[in-house]
């Protein structure tokens, strides 16, 4: 079966600082997608990310872009130049065959709380 | 487009009762799914259609829970003999049709956040 792992604490942030969250995957199927999402205390999930399996180019999407490692099973989302509007729940997902070709399973996510 | 819209925001409701959800999927996409999340994990597929099908159904939906979409617009999930157990934020998302992508991203909306006394 398809899992997520996200195992880091609640991280604390310093404003305008870079910040790296860890996500590791498993799964046999060659082809698969893996997203971020932000869920701030409101609790909207918001798509920030995505990577596919054969992408060549680790993705980038303004201040998010995805350490992706595929041989090591990680795909770890670096937030650069952090804002006070970045403190929020941070999930990564992953579709693909295996799981359903359709639905994201998602890991338990990261919580970051950015400070002044 | 107003994005995916869930209604009630909130509910508390007493053991036993049964409740409805409803879910206005962004209104191009044909993919709709339901997903529960409770404090502190990520959200956990409950069921997904395409169009008017409810195509995939996971083991957490028991026999209490049903889902419809029946014109292939918005959908309702409805909770019968309600537990303490089912208090959770139950998401809606919609996502486009193109035939077996893997980026295609699920748009979700706000959530109705259910509890059960």
């Known amino acids: 079966a398809q899992k997520i792992t996200q195992t880091q604490p609640g991280m604390f942030v310093q404003e305008k600082e870079a910040v790296t969250l860890d996500c590791t995957y498993d799964t046999s199927d060659p082809s698969y997608g893996l997203f971020w999402y932000k869920q701030p205390s409101s609790g909207e999930m918001i798509f920030l990310i995505y990577?596919?399996?054969?992408?060549?180019q680790n993705a980038t999407e303004g201040r998010y872009s995805l350490n992706f490692q595929k041989a090591r099973k990680s795909a770890n989302l670096v937030i650069s130049a952090s804002q006070l509007g970045d403190s929020a729940m941070y999930f990564c997902a992953m579709r693909g065959p295996q799981g359903g070709n359709n639905r994201l399973a998602f890991g338990k996510g990261n919580q970051v709380v950015v400070i002044p | 487009d107003t994005g995916v819209s869930q209604d009630p925001r909130h509910k508390i409701t007493k053991r036993g009762q049964n409740v409805t959800f409803r879910c206005d999927p962004i209104s191009e996409h044909n993919r709709l799914y339901w997903y529960r999340q409770t404090l502190g994990q990520g959200p956990e597929f409950l069921t997904y259609f395409q169009n008017e099908a409810q195509l995939e159904k996971s083991r957490l939906l028991s026999d209490r829970f049903s889902a419809e979409r029946p014109k292939g617009s918005f959908s309702t999930l409805e909770i019968q003999r309600t537990e303490q157990g089912d208090s959770a934020m139950y998401l809606c998302?919609?996502?486009?049709?193109?035939?077996?992508?893997?980026?295609?991203?699920?748009?979700f909306g706000n959530g109705t956040r259910l509890t059960v006394t």
């Open positions: 998302a919609s996502s486009s049709t193109v035939a077996s992508a893997n980026n295609s991203p699920l748009h």
């Open positions: 990577q596919g399996s054969y992408d060549q």
